[in-house]
């Protein structure tokens, strides 16, 4: 199976900083690549998909790259309600992985 | 609007069976699948299978394969997951989330997800 491993795994930042997630996949999965926000006690909303395509109703803020096997996740100034933790997801191949998750907080 | 709504919340004994379901509503029943995803407390998000709303057709997280059965029914666009033989570390928050229709599909991101349902396994 694809594995995920993102870094860092905990992430202590400030209310207006720009935050960049990384996710490397043990393997080439093109561009079949997304993230999530997950909040506590709130289910998993997707963030980007294709690697770089912003959701329907994503703020402009958050921004995905890479392909192949790296990818990022930007957040160009971190709002309060972007405390939460993300989660990258392969869907190149089956099964479909999670990464390990980034927990950001202050 | 597009919404997966899952039945409540379940305690269960180790041993014993759960069944969750999540009913599609705001869009047509056919052409989408359903990945089940779980989360277990402290822990990250696990893929567990995936069925097709269409075909019927599935594919299981391999620690899952022989525990776990999914099914679809088309006419009503619900979903089912079922888990047996459960055991204290099924614990967890269990989400289905729309997906593809077909196991070749290369659009499998998983949006919109249902609201979660807590199954907790405890003797």
């Known amino acids: 199976e694809i594995v995920l491993t993102q870094s860092p795994a905990f992430l202590s930042v400030s209310p207006g900083e720009r935050v960049i997630l990384s996710c490397r996949a043990s393997?080439?999965?093109?561009?079949?690549f997304a993230w999530y926000q997950k909040r506590p006690g709130q289910a998993p909303r997707l963030l980007v998909y294709g690697a770089s395509t912003r959701a329907t109703g994503i703020p402009a803020r958050f921004s995905g790259s890479g392909s192949g096997a790296a990818f990022t996740l930007t957040i160009s100034s971190l709002q309060s309600a972007d405390f939460a933790v993300y989660y990258c997801q392969q869907y190149h191949d089956w099964p479909r992985t999670f990464g390990q998750g980034t927990k950001v907080e202050i | 609007q597009v919404q997966l709504i899952q039945s409540g919340a379940e305690m269960k004994r180790p041993g014993a069976s759960v069944k969750v379901s999540c009913k599609a509503s705001g869009y047509t029943y056919t052409n989408f699948g359903v990945s089940w995803v779980r989360q277990v407390p402290g822990q990250g998000l696990e893929w567990m299978g995936w069925v097709s709303v269409d075909s019927g057709n599935t594919v299981f997280a391999e620690n899952l394969q022989g525990r776990l059965t999914l099914t679809a029914d088309s006419t009503t666009g619900t979903a089912s997951m079922e888990l047996r033989s459960l055991r204290l570390d099924d614990t967890a928050v269990y989400y289905c989330?729309?997906?593809?229709?077909?196991?070749?599909?290369?659009?499998?991101?998983?949006?919109?997800w249902g609201q979660g349902t807590l199954v907790t396994v405890s003797s």
């Open positions: 989330a729309h997906s593809c229709s077909n196991i070749n599909c290369r659009n499998d991101w998983f949006d919109p």
């Open positions: 393997q080439d999965v093109s561009n079949d």
